[in-house]
């Protein structure tokens, strides 16, 4: 039986000696590559912080302790040890295991995580609890995976820092976020370990302390010199920084040496205050594949464990993210005013294609998404055309920047919002079926979708033509229906228009982007049965094409809005109160995301859950047949 077989939860690490525990980690180590190349996912940042988990679960008393993670794709080694290690392989499939941590999937996960940048406020908080209600444990903030590149943690430990309050925060270091981390802060974190300056001074205290010790003896001499070596020691190493911020600082550590970090955090369960443990750990280490690509172990598709390479694809057809990303390259060559940005994301957004061929007019600004908004008005005041590459969950993250510094003040930066509608076993807290909703009351503010690729070239060049503030694009995460065209054969759409793709009587189906698919296929099959739909393609969201809505409400007398967004406050809601005002004797219903939270799963199955499909079109337009509303034709 090897040492993991043994492990059914925190009490059974703990037991180990801490001779055993290296071991521990190899087979961690091993399990995650093997059934993570049967289930894709989040390989890299779980693989740096095995042995920190061992480290933490040996250290702390899990649940009594409280151990929150930040970004919870660091979380897949956690599971492995906190009891459900069995259900590993059901990771990120329906009913299976969440790719992130979630509370009510096990007492282990005392905060969930799916962004970046929460622990620091989470644990604080935490902290602050216990206290108000005289109880006793440790509470730990693990901060990582470039989580020090977004602005929340700084604001927690500004608050935390100078409380007194016994909390303890783990950094764990590792150069990364999804791509390498950039700015000041990276640079500050990786002069702790370069420093030859900071190294020198504290072998020279060392050597000196040592003797000292020697000469004078006694056990409060040793004592002494070690105070006066960690004083000098933070003196002249960066970890000042955590200082000054009220954080007692010690690293850095070797995040992979169990031993070392166990005795660090003996030592930093003996004291009280603000304390921060920084480790050094290597994102991916372990993984097989040797290819140089720095992006290649955040998150992966199924792959051979041995090799690393990943295994052939089912679908041939690009992605939305990969033809956007080859448009904008294209378009930046006949617009030299044209810039990217993205904050952390260059492959998850496709802008890599970008950065490649116009290195000086990319910018990756860190997981720092309200920074990427406000940053891109700036460039716009002075004359340049931002294009913001950002999935639709993480521009929730930067709202008050999106109406403040750029809807009100009517600046041209355009928005691409990658995963809109739903995201698939990334699950909860990456749905992007929130933006309509949160955009619509934007001022000013131009949303749109495309139902093929020709369409998503067409509106990109439609926003570059626009200037009379925001555009925003969104599309799914999914391969594009069509075979994409070069895109200098693709003109721009015409700004705020709708076009009719079946003609029909009675009931005009109003469809969003990529519903208009399923929307198309309903109307085939329920022509079958006598209805002769009429369906639309809604590519402009706000503002609606007015013109063409009041042609079809003279001679339609019902009107069903599907959209892969929430049924609330979105499209359809939009239309329902245009409509009211322009024809208030037709009928409308909305199809679209119901008022829930939908779990991990394939994204096709998600859709179905939702009714967003042609089935489900032709059922709810059955329904209004059987209730007398809607007669065959």
């Known amino acids: 039986m090897t040492l993991l077989e043994t492990i059914h939860g925190p009490a059974d690490v703990r037991r180990l000696s801490r001779a055993q525990l290296p071991e521990l980690a190899a087979e961690v180590r ?3 590559i093997d059934v993570v190349s049967q289930t894709g996912g989040h390989i890299g940042a779980g693989l740096g912080v095995v042995e920190l988990t061992v480290a933490l679960l040996h250290a702390f008393d899990s649940p009594q302790d409280r151990i929150v993670w930040d970004v919870g794709h660091q979380g897949y080694p956690w599971k492995i040890l906190t009891g459900r290690n069995p259900l590993l392989p059901t990771l990120r499939q329906q009913g299976g295991l969440s790719g992130f941590l979630r509370r009510d999937e096990s007492l282990h996960d005392h905060f969930g995580a799916g962004h970046a940048g929460t622990a620091v406020s989470a644990a ?36 935390a820092g100078h409380s007194e309050r016994d909390i303890v925060l783990v950094l764990n270091d590792n150069g990364m976020s999804i791509a390498p981390n950039v700015g000041a802060i990276n640079k500050y974190l990786g002069s702790v370990i370069a420093s030859p300056a900071t190294n020198r001074m504290r072998e020279r205290v060392k050597h000196l302390i040592e003797r000292a010790s020697h000469v004078v003896g006694g056990r409060s001499m ?12 933070n003196l002249w190493s960066p970890g000042m920084l955590f200082e000054e911020l009220g954080f007692r600082y010690f690293g850095p550590i070797d995040g992979h040496n169990i031993e070392a970090m166990l005795r660090t955090f003996d030592l930093v369960k003996t004291l009280t205050g603000p304390r921060v443990v920084h480790v050094i750990t ?24 041995v090799t690393g390479v990943l295994k052939p694809a089912g679908d041939s057809r690009p992605t939305w993210t990969k033809v956007f990303g080859q448009a904008i390259t294209e378009l930046a060559a006949e617009h030299p005013e044209l810039v990217a940005i993205t904050a952390a994301m260059p492959s998850g957004t496709g802008t890599q294609t970008f950065q490649k061929r116009w290195p000086e007019r990319f910018f990756d600004v860190g997981i720092a998404e309200a920074h990427a908004t406000t940053f891109a008005a700036g460039l716009a005041v002075g004359g340049v055309r931002p294009v913001v590459a950002i999935y639709s969950t993480f521009l929730q993250r930067a709202y008050d920047s999106l109406i403040h510094d750029v809807a009100i003040q009517r600046l041209p930066v355009i928005f691409c919002l990658d995963r809109a509608g739903m995201v698939g076993a990334d699950g909860q807290t990456h749905m992007g079926l929130y933006d309509m909703a949160y955009m619509l009351p934007v001022p000013n503010l131009t949303i749109t979708q495309p139902r093929d690729s020709r369409e998503l ?6 926003a570059l033509a626009h ?53 198309l296929a309903a109307a085939e099959l329920l022509a079958r049965e006598g209805f002769d739909l009429t369906v639309v393609n809604c590519r ?14 003279a001679d339609h007398r019902f009107v069903l809005t ?25 009928r409308v219903a909305v199809m679209g995301a119901p008022d829930r939270t939908y779990e991990h799963a394939a994204r096709d199955q998600q859709l179905e859950e939702a009714g967003l499909t042609a089935a489900g079109i032709a059922t709810r337009l059955r329904a209004w047949a059987a209730e007398g509303s809607l007669t065959l034709s």
């Open 30 to 32: 091993q399990r995650l």
């Open 124 to 159: 604080f908080g935490m902290a602050t609890a216990r206290d108000l209600k005289g109880e006793r444990y440790h509470v730990v903030g693990v901060v990582g995976d470039g989580a020090l590149t977004c602005g929340l943690p700084y604001e927690g430990m500004n608050n």
């Open 222 to 233: 040793v004592e002494f010199a070690k105070t006066v070596e960690e004083s000098i020691k």
């Open 282 to 305: 290597e994102k991916g280490r372990g993984f097989p594949l040797k290819e140089p690509d720095l992006e290649k172990f955040h998150a992966r598709n199924p792959y051979d464990p």
């Open 457 to 462: 070239i067409g509106l990109l060049r439609c």
């Open 467 to 519: 200037g009379e503030g925001p555009f925003s694009i969104r599309y799914p995460r999914d391969s594009v229906p069509d075979s994409p065209p070069p895109t200098a054969e693709v003109a721009a759409v015409p700004y705020g228009t709708w076009e009719i793709l079946r003609p029909g009587r009675e009931c005009a189906v109003l469809a969003v982007g990529i519903m208009c698919g399923p929307a």
């Open 540 to 553: 402009f969201i706000k503002p609606l094409d007015e013109t063409l809505l009041r042609a079809l409400l």
């Open 562 to 586: 599907v959209e892969d967004g929430t049924a609330i406050n979105g499209f359809g809601a939009f239309v329902a109160a245009t409509v009211e005002r322009l024809a208030p004797d037709v």
